[in-house]
């Protein structure tokens, strides 16, 4: 039963991707249509990667002709977005600002940003809903574990290279900004975290450091280098207002993508 579910997951996750009316795969096509503005205006210095040989059409065509090929739906290891919370969960909030909606935005800018660098970029909510309600498998009757074990699944379900999860923070302390990375106790994730740390500290300019997120159930059970992104502090109103502007998000998320792309090529 969890094969044909997960089945399901991954084929409703390859039509996200790759079918021309949904809506992922046409701010892909927008995003294509003026190649990497934001990442090469603002980081000239971005190594630059390959793209794949194989174009978007030739993997539409695939999953619409399956008798004509025999690759996986997702025939390339992918770097997994993984937006938090979703739907009944909310996550840490603001007055009415909430952060499932931030993190739905930074990891939409995130995926475009990646895949128009040819890196094969997947998210794993592409709308407003908790990630819980696909989970039908598992016995739990905790909302909040079937939603991480979802997450967890799916990274185990498709070839996955990496995973990013996307957060937003919240202090006490008003003045307390900046992005922080948390990462597993383990070297590879320590060096994706170091390299998406580096490009938020210089955009936020501050000096925060990474450190091993020991709590986080994402961080001890996926087995593929992971991180947690905490892109800011909805408490700091100089980190609230880029949250939730437009160009603050893209901000965000093109020091994110920057990361990512120094720590692949540095493998």
Excluded: C
């Excluded at 309600?133 to 070839?159: A, V």
């Amino acid at each position: 039963m969890i094969k044909r579910i997960s089945m399901a997951v991954l084929l409703i996750y390859s039509f996200a991707l790759l079918v021309p009316k949904a809506s992922i795969y046409a701010e892909q096509q927008a995003a294509a249509s003026t190649p990497s503005t934001v990442i090469h205006t603002k980081h000239h210095d971005r190594p630059r990667h390959d793209p794949a040989v194989r174009s978007e059409d030739s993997l539409y065509h695939e999953l619409v002709n399956p008798e004509t090929t025999q690759h996986h739906p997702f025939p390339h290891d992918v770097v997994l977005i993984d937006v938090g919370h979703g739907g009944i969960d909310g996550g840490t909030s603001y007055g009415d600002l909430l952060e499932k909606d931030i993190n739905l935005a930074i990891s939409r800018e995130l995926f475009k940003l990646l895949r128009s660098e040819g890196y094969h970029a997947v998210l794993n909510r592409d709308a407003d809903y908790a990630l819980s309600d696909d989970n039908r498998w598992h016995t739990s009757r905790s909302r909040h574990r079937k939603d991480l074990i979802q997450r967890k699944q799916l990274s185990s379900e498709i070839p996955t290279k990496l995973v990013v999860s996307i957060h937003v923070n919240w202090g006490k302390n008003k003045s307390k900004h900046g992005g922080v990375v948390l990462h597993q106790a383990e070297g590879r994730s320590a060096m994706l975290a170091e390299s998406i740390q580096r490009q938020l500290n210089l955009m936020h300019k501050n000096s925060h450091q990474t450190s091993v997120g020991k709590p986080f159930y994402l961080l001890n059970r996926i087995e593929v280098p992971a991180v947690i992104v905490e892109t800011g502090f909805i408490s700091n109103a100089e980190d609230r207002g880029m949250l939730t502007s437009k160009d603050g998000q893209k901000k965000i998320a093109n020091a994110i993508a920057s990361g990512i792309a120094e720590y692949l090529t540095a493998l």
